[in-house]
């Protein structure tokens, strides 16, 4: 048996690919969107995808399971189990296989058993897997989002992602239940995650690629919670709030993502027709923060192409409005394209390039106003509105007393009735995120904003005394 585990930084997202040595078979299991890497390595290992599955329809991310299969050929291995509600529409027309709790999909020696695991999503799967070359006994579990190094799936995101009301408490006691039956499982067992630390699919997520059942037994919180009522409200206590784009993505991955094939790149703009496109749609500058500080033309949005790129993208980028992207070379638009493409953002209508635009002739470029956490109490004074943009269990641990509480994800409709000459000071709890609320508060059209850098981290460190 041969395995290969990919991972998406930006996403925190893993899948795998499974194969046969002996019979060159091959299956991927939650692929991202972005298929290359599949096909580069199955052609390392001389191997055939025959098989595309996935553990649940997801919220996160663009399924590339769709995409992959269209590509090789593949047959799509999709849950059957969930009830009426939760069935992948496009499976009949795409000639899925639809699987259920006990069937098993061979490829010479390897096997992959699958169970029926509710609790995250209702249809959720997961695949014991076995090397018969070498044992009769499994040695891996693809947990999908089952099960976590450290965590466990969130039961709450139908209901706060995808509207589905009142289903949270009923998630979390069928997923106490399906952890329980892992109880069978021996200590060996490795563990394959679909998500590693910083997914919004858990609370706590480790950052350990993988795990054994054993581990997880002994210091995943969740295993030493054996009471059923204590554990729903464990689970369901202190989740972060979902990126409003899962919804979203729940609705593109049950109907059926469209396929991108070799979709032709977004047209190279001259710099001359950044007006019309501020006018016509959301501009993104993916230059770092401190570079977009410094110079940047008025109306765009400042999302660095970091690791947490795709997150911000996915919150703040309406999907119905053209986007255009100012980078600073070809790779980072093209890295960027990419990554707004993983979560559904296809229309990048247009590409401009910051250093032609820097010496656009009659370009109204600004600064953005950056102070530090000190400066908080003199500008409330001065009747400067404080917004702190961390989430709310940081806000809850504690705050300044000046500040009022608008998540970033949300800042843009907190604030949208607010006359835009309201001077506005903004921090996190590093710099961060803070960089770009102001930007979005400038690209609203405030007048007067400034960027508390050093954030709530100074305050904690004490190099801060109010």
């Not at 995808?162 to 106490?176: E, F, I, S, Y």
């Not at 037994?217 to 990126?243: C, H, I, M, Y």
């Not at 247009?350 to 102070?371: C, I, K």
Request: glycine share 10%; with cysteine; hydrophobic share 45%.
């Amino acid at each position: 048996m041969l395995v290969r585990r990919f991972y998406d930084q930006r996403l925190a997202q893993a899948s795998f690919l499974v194969g046969c040595e002996r019979t060159g078979e091959a299956i991927v299991i939650d692929p991202a969107r972005h298929i290359a890497p599949y096909l580069d390595a199955a052609a390392e290992e001389r191997l055939r995808i025959t098989r595309v599955a996935e553990t649940h329809i997801h919220a996160d991310f663009v399924s590339g399971a769709r995409e992959l299969a269209a590509a090789t050929g593949a047959r799509l291995m999709l849950s059957g189990e969930g009830g009426a509600d939760w069935q992948y529409r496009y499976a009949v027309a795409d000639g899925a296989a639809l699987l259920h709790d006990g069937d098993v999909i061979a490829m010479g020696g390897v096997q992959l058993e699958v169970w029926h695991t509710p609790g995250h999503t209702p249809e959720h799967l997961v695949y014991l897997v076995t090397d018969t070359a070498r044992s009769d006994e499994p040695v891996a579990l693809a947990s999908g989002d089952l099960l976590f190094v450290g965590d466990v799936g969130r039961p709450d995101l139908l209901e706060r992602a995808a509207g589905a009301a009142g289903t949270m408490q009923a998630g979390a006691r069928h997923l106490c239940r399906s952890l329980a039956r892992l109880a069978a499982l021996p200590d060996h067992l490795q563990i394959w995650p679909g998500h590693g630390a910083g997914s919004a699919c858990g609370k706590a997520l480790g950052a350990l690629p993988t795990s054994t059942l054993g581990y997880e037994r002994r210091t995943n919180w969740a295993f030493g919670v054996s009471d059923q009522e204590a554990f729903v409200q464990a689970v369901l206590e202190g989740q972060p709030a979902p990126p409003s784009y899962f919804g979203r993505m729940k609705q593109t991955n049950r109907d059926g993502p469209p396929l991108l094939g070799r979709s032709a790149p977004p047209p190279m703009l001259p710099a001359a027709a950044f007006a019309a496109a501020a006018a016509r749609g959301i501009v993104v500058d993916l230059r770092p923060a401190d570079e977009h500080a410094a110079a940047h033309l008025r109306g765009t949005l400042n999302i660095p192409l970091n690791r947490a790129f795709t997150t911000w993208a996915g919150w703040l980028v309406p999907p119905d409005r053209p986007l255009y992207l100012i980078a600073a070379d070809e790779a980072s638009w093209l890295d960027a394209r990419v990554a707004l493409q993983s979560i559904g953002l296809d229309g990048v209508a247009g590409v401009l390039l910051w250093p032609e635009l820097a010496v656009m002739p009659g370009a109204e470029q600004r600064s953005t106003q950056r102070g530090r956490i000190a400066d908080a109490e003199s500008l409330h004074a001065g009747r400067w509105r404080i917004i702190d943009v961390r989430d709310a269990h940081e806000w809850d641990a504690g705050h300044l007393p000046a500040a009022q509480h608008h998540p970033l994800g949300t800042l843009g409709a907190a604030v949208a009735r607010q006359d835009r000459s309201t001077p506005i000071a903004v921090h996190c709890e590093s710099g961060s995120r803070s960089a770009i609320a102001a930007s979005l508060l400038e690209q609203l059209g405030f007048e007067m904003v400034m960027d508390l850098t050093d954030g709530w981290s100074a305050w904690t460190d004490g190099d801060v005394a109010l």
